[in-house]
């Protein structure tokens, strides 16, 4: 579980200074092309994502997730979004240090995909999905940030 811990620590971190590295604040809010969501939007997904799948649920915190508005608010001011990346990190990190390390092979309570998995798998899915938005929020900022 350390490991996991390590790795979604280490990419939280990540999220939180991609956020701040936005020259322009308000890029944050901006589409490109056919860039369907902005880096705000990812980023309050991501948020919303690790709150309710691992603070919630193993972590039993009173998280309650709207989904639809992490794609539909707008214009959060940065210093807000940089505050909930870091008390999602905060009940990340709690979660996974209180989860009984013996359960890791146990059944996730919920069938994201439509058939059981392990939480092992599901929060290796957890981190690759961290990353993957990651990347995009990455590009996001240095094709907008020019």
């Known amino acids: 579980m350390e490991a996991l811990i390590q790795l979604f620590n ?7 200074l991609e956020i701040e590295s936005f020259k322009n604040e308000e890029n944050l809010w901006q589409l490109e092309g056919q860039i369907s969501n902005t880096a705000g939007n990812l980023c309050l997904h991501l948020i919303g994502n690790l709150n309710h799948f691992v603070g919630a649920v193993m972590g039993n915190s009173s998280y309650v997730r709207d989904r639809e508005a992490e794609f539909n608010n707008k214009n959060i001011d940065r210093d807000q979004l940089i505050k909930m990346i870091l ?7 709690s979660s996974l240090k209180d989860f009984e390390q013996e359960k890791i092979h146990d059944i996730y309570p919920i ?10 798998f ?3 899915h957890l981190v690759t999905h961290l990353n993957y938005h990651l990347g995009q ?6 094709i907008l940030d020019i």
């Open 10 to 16: 280490r990419d939280i971190d990540k999220l939180k």
């Open 87 to 93: 008390d999602t990190k905060t009940i990340v990190a």
């Open 122 to 124: 599901f929060l290796i």
């Open 137 to 142: 929020i990455n590009y996001l900022r240095r």
């Open 111 to 120: 069938q994201v995909f439509g058939e059981d998995m392990t939480y092992e």
